[in-house]
Nanobody
Framework: QVQLVESGGGLVQAGGSLRLSCAASGSIFRVNAMGWYRQAPGAQRELVALITSSGFTNYADSMKGRCTISRDNAKNTVYLQMNSLRPEDTAVYYC??????????????WGQGTLVTVSS
């Protein structure tokens, strides 16, 4: 029905930057909120940043001032620009989208995850 494909993860040194992208495709009528979550080894998945279809944003306290979430509604794509990365930012980053399918079903969709590793 609806798929999310993430890209942009990788290995970066502490203090460096990465930009993650996530594109939604499939039987989409409308994409509502989109967000990024992360899960470190042995930890629970946590919100990193969220953006609504109108552009309202919300950030985890740990990421405020260090990342910016944005979206291109025409491309159903969300971006996460992360700066001043720290080793504790190492995690698998997951894209999430709340969508309305063409069958008018309310869907909560997750991407497959992309690994971000920050070396000290």
């Amino acid at each position: 029905q609806v798929q999310l494909v993430e890209s942009g993860g990788g290995l970066v040194q502490a203090g460096g930057s990465l930009r993650l992208s996530c594109a939604a495709s499939g039987s989409i009528f409308r994409v509502n909120a989109m967000g990024w979550y992360r899960q470190a080894p042995g930890a629970q998945r946590e919100l990193v940043a969220l953006i609504t279809s109108s552009g309202f944003t919300n950030y985890a306290d740990s990421m405020k001032g260090r990342c910016t979430i944005s979206r291109d509604n025409a491309k159903n794509t969300v971006y996460l620009q992360m700066n001043s990365l720290r080793p504790e930012d190492t995690a698998v980053y997951y894209c999430n989208a709340n969508c309305i399918s063409t069958a008018l079903s309310d869907l909560d969709v997750w991407g497959q995850g992309t690994l971000v590793t920050v070396s000290s």
